[in-house]
């Protein structure tokens, strides 16, 4: 079963930046894209971002576009979240998500198969 492990929340005050990490655990992980996400207390999972694996074509909300920026490196499995100019609304607990079927927009949480644990993200205003 592969795991996704995710590093890199704290908490940050407001125009901060972070950078979240989300490794498979596995290096022979074979995935069509991974995500991310993120869950305020009361409010559904939304949809921040999203990198096909081949091809590297990356998709934002809104709410984070010219912000945040969704990178990979293949050779380590790995995605990376770089959050630039961070809000108190930003605040949440960020999940990765991986996908290994056929991924269409890569917006809706049922496209993924694993995810990771969550890290929290505080920006304190």
């Known amino acids: 079963q592969v795991q996704l492990v995710e590093s890199g929340g704290g908490l940050v005050q407001a125009g901060g930046s972070l950078r979240l990490s989300c490794a498979a655990s596995e290096r022979s992980f074979s995935s069509t894209g991974m995500g991310w996400f993120r869950q305020a207390p009361g409010q559904d999972r939304e949809f921040i971002a999203r990198i096909r694996w081949v091809g590297g074509t990356t998709l934002y909300a809104d709410s984070v576009k010219g912000r945040f920026t969704i990178s990979r490196d293949g050779a380590k499995k790995t995605v990376y979240l770089q959050m630039n100019s961070l809000k108190p609304e930003d605040t949440a607990v960020y999940y990765c998500?991986?996908?290994?079927?056929?991924?269409?927009?890569?917006?809706?949480?049922?496209?993924?198969?694993?995810w990771g644990q969550g890290t929290q993200v505080t920006v304190s205003s």
């Open positions: 998500a991986a996908a290994v079927g056929t991924l269409y927009s890569g917006t809706n949480p049922g496209e993924y198969t694993y």
